[in-house]
């Protein structure tokens, strides 16, 4: 292995565990002294669940309001609604409670908010490019926390992929400050998810880690930390297919994510990435 290199440091505050999400959430809010939080959250958790009740019980005033109809694909046309709303309740924070299409809409939704974008084809131009890895956004004065419950890692990075429906088209747009500042794992949010999206996510989580690792711009931080998070997917992933109730096992699996994620600021690297993006952009 090479001894040059360098590892670039997303835009991220911390990542926080060991607690529960609703406590978690409000420490967060007090500290950013978040007056108006609003909540985009995923329908199974909201409706059929207590876990967003807890999180809007500990937030008590600051709680502005909660959204909870993301498709599975986040489009244009509802996160151009979110932003309106969101808008509307003069929200000062944005959290994301769910899976990938719900932490992808609260990525958007920020820069929406930012450039009052509220109509689908007013994102038109920002989307990122073979020439323009980043949309000609303003940074955002409101920024987002999320609450992940499924382990693919969409949170650990600053991109989002939103379908325009008009053009049946995939798109990524891309900003620094679309990086969620914290993130919080609570593996009581994960106990609802679906056994087949759990363990899926969780395949893909180390295929972000194995990428890492076998990556052509070879990085000593990222081989190191990869390694760890491919140990403790292997690991909780087994252990919570065979015990669905083992909150530490899937606190395993939600550390493992984490880690294998490092890849996505630094090394991403070889067929797999770049195949996923061209395909799902044209999907």
Known sequence: MRVTGSHQYPTMESVIYGKPA?????????????????LIAS????T????????RQALGDRHAATFDGVPQHTTRDVVTQIARQAGEAKADLVVAIGGGSVVDAAKIVLMCMEHEIFEPDGLDGFETTP???FGPFRTPKVRMIAIP?????GEYNSGALVTDTSRKLKQIFNHPM???????????ITKYTPEKLWLGSGTRAMDHGIEAICSSRPNVLVDAVCQQGLRYLHDGLLRTKAHPDDAAARLSCQLGSWLSAFVMPSAMCSAAPAMCRIISARR
């Open 43 to 46: 329908r199974t958790l909201n």
């Open 131 to 133: 020439d323009r890895r």
């Open 178 to 188: 679309m990086m969620p500042r914290s993130i919080i794992l609570d593996p009581a």
């Open 48 to 55: 059929t669940t207590d876990e967003i009740g807890k999180i």
């Open 149 to 153: 419950s499924t382990l693919s890692g």
């Open 22 to 38: 609703a406590e978690a959430l409000r420490e967060e809010a007090e500290r950013l002294d978040a007056r108006r939080v609003y």
